[in-house]
């Protein structure tokens, strides 16, 4: 028996395998709007019974922060998406799509009129950094938040309009959500900022939000507690997760998507631990708990069996091998991501040619 292979039920879906394609930043939507190439690219990865967390998605006009990332504010994006999503459902899989703001993730040139991006805060990120021209973003008013809140809301209504599954929050790797949550970004005086209750309050609001009006059964959250991307961190945060995934109980969403701090896990007392053990977050969630982040078949299989996760999300293990669960299944040999075409613009280049197992 293989873990990864086993089937689950999340929680009205039913899943054929334990493998997630994680939401991955592609920049092939050109103009921001979803491409005919994409359903190549998806249905590829895509099985019967699988799950696809399409790649970050903009929720409006600000929420640019990378050349040609598809979004899904406009009725014509919706109309884009419909036929990508239809032919991933063809194939007999589920299909979330993350929502997501970059926040002060951005520059002039993304933004609307060129104006700056926005933020809890108006500390940019350092120039250079990550390879991008960063500009200085401007510190949202308390009066313009619901706003952004509305954004997430309209744009979930949107997802689901295209034919999406559900959707997924990115509230991960240094975007506007985590900007928020993370007391080393968020320097704010009123009450989205202070204590760990008034930081995570936006993202909160934009569950509720969106809940409300599509379901708490199609929505999920991707977390990252640990991580430091886009100069992100927290000074607690064990805390920080736990008081997510305890928070989100209370609105029932059907999964919690936590990328785990890379490092490789070791076996203690008979239990899965890393030094920065998910395990109180995976104990406090009462849905579906998905883990991400470096993981192989080996890992993979064994946060399964020691019920360290229910499913495990697999990014760039799974844009290199579009067969992946066809290879775990068979302990093939695996084909190596190229770094130098992960983002580049092109329709087929890094994209829908790496080669499936001649079997």
């Not at 510190?139 to 997924?168: K, M, Q, S, W, Y």
């Not at 030094?275 to 883990?291: C, D, E, N």
């Not at 669960?325 to 084909?335: D, I, S, T, V």
């Given at each position: 028996?293989?873990?990864?292979?086993?089937?689950?039920?999340?929680?009205?879906?039913?899943?054929?395998?334990?493998?997630?394609?994680?939401?991955?930043?592609?920049?092939?939507?050109?103009?921001?709007?979803?491409?005919?190439?994409?359903?190549?690219?998806?249905?590829?990865?895509?099985?019967?019974?699988?799950?696809?967390?399409?790649?970050?998605?903009?929720?409006?006009?600000?929420?640019?922060g990378y050349p040609d990332i598809p979004g899904i504010w406009t009725k014509e994006q919706v109309k884009a998406w419909k036929?990508?999503?239809?032919?991933?459902?063809?194939?007999?899989?589920?299909?979330?799509?993350?929502?997501?703001?970059?926040?002060?993730?951005?520059?002039?040139?993304?933004?609307?009129?060129?104006?700056?991006?926005?933020?809890?805060?108006?500390?940019?990120?350092?120039?250079?950094?990550?390879?991008?021209?960063?500009?200085?973003?401007?510190?949202?008013?308390?009066?313009?938040?619901?706003?952004?809140?509305?954004?997430?809301?309209?744009?979930?209504?949107?997802?689901?309009?295209?034919?999406?599954?559900?959707?997924?929050?990115?509230?991960?790797?240094?975007?506007?959500?985590?900007?928020?949550?993370?007391?080393?970004?968020?320097?704010?005086?009123?009450?989205?900022?202070?204590?760990?209750?008034?930081?995570?309050?936006?993202?909160?609001?934009?569950?509720?939000?969106?809940?409300?009006?599509?379901?708490?059964?199609?929505?999920?959250?991707?977390l990252s507690p640990y991580s430091k991307g886009m100069e992100a961190g927290d000074s607690n945060p064990e805390a920080l997760?736990?008081?997510?995934?305890?928070?989100?109980?209370?609105?029932?969403?059907?999964?919690?998507?936590?990328?785990?701090?890379?490092?490789?896990?070791?076996?203690?007392?008979?239990?899965?631990?890393?030094?920065?053990?998910?395990?109180?977050?995976?104990?406090?969630?009462?849905?579906?708990?998905?883990?991400?982040?470096?993981?192989?078949?080996?890992?993979?299989?064994?946060?399964?069996?020691?019920?360290?996760?229910?499913?495990?999300?697999?990014?760039?293990?799974?844009?290199?091998?579009?067969?992946?669960?066809?290879?775990?299944?068979?302990?093939?040999?695996?084909?190596?991501?190229?770094?130098?075409?992960?983002?580049?613009?092109?329709?087929?280049?890094?994209?829908?040619?790496?080669?499936?197992?001649?079997?």
């Amino acid at each position: 028996m293989i873990p990864l292979l086993t089937p689950y039920k999340m929680g009205k879906f039913n899943l054929s395998h334990r493998i997630v394609l994680a939401p991955l930043t592609r920049c092939r939507s050109y103009n921001n709007m979803p491409q005919p190439h994409a359903i190549l690219y998806y249905t590829q990865r895509a099985t019967n019974g699988g799950f696809l967390i399409a790649e970050a998605t903009g929720v409006s006009p600000t929420a640019q922060g990378y050349p040609d990332i598809p979004g899904i504010w406009t009725k014509e994006q919706v109309k884009a998406w419909k036929p990508i999503v239809e032919a991933v459902h063809e194939k007999g899989a589920i299909f979330f799509c993350q929502i997501c703001h970059a926040g002060r993730a951005s520059n002039y040139a993304f933004q609307p009129n060129g104006e700056a991006p926005i933020s809890c805060t108006n500390k940019g990120l350092t120039p250079g950094l990550d390879g991008q021209d960063w500009s200085p973003p401007r510190r949202l008013r308390t009066d313009e938040i619901p706003n952004i809140v509305n954004d997430f809301r309209l744009a979930a209504c949107n997802a689901v309009e295209a034919g999406f599954d559900g959707v997924e929050f990115h509230g991960a790797y240094g975007y506007l959500i985590e900007q928020f949550m993370k007391d080393q970004v968020n320097d704010r005086t009123d009450q989205y900022g202070g204590s760990l209750e008034n930081r995570c309050r936006f993202a909160l609001e934009v569950v509720e939000a969106v809940v409300n009006e599509i379901g708490a059964d199609k929505v999920g959250m991707r977390l990252s507690p640990y991580s430091k991307g886009m100069e992100a961190g927290d000074s607690n945060p064990e805390a920080l997760g736990l008081y997510m995934a305890n928070a989100l109980n209370k609105f029932g969403i059907v999964y919690l998507h936590v990328i785990q701090k890379r490092g490789k896990a070791i076996k203690t007392n008979d239990k899965y631990e890393t030094p920065y053990s998910l395990l109180p977050m995976r104990k406090a969630f009462k849905g579906t708990f998905i883990v991400a982040g470096g993981y192989d078949r080996e890992d993979g299989n064994r946060a399964i069996a020691d019920n360290y996760a229910d499913l495990v999300a697999f990014g760039r293990m799974f844009l290199a091998n579009p067969d992946l669960p066809r290879r775990f299944e068979l302990n093939a040999p695996l084909n190596t991501y190229n770094e130098s075409t992960l983002y580049l613009s092109h329709p087929v280049i890094g994209y829908t040619d790496y080669p499936f197992l001649e079997v």
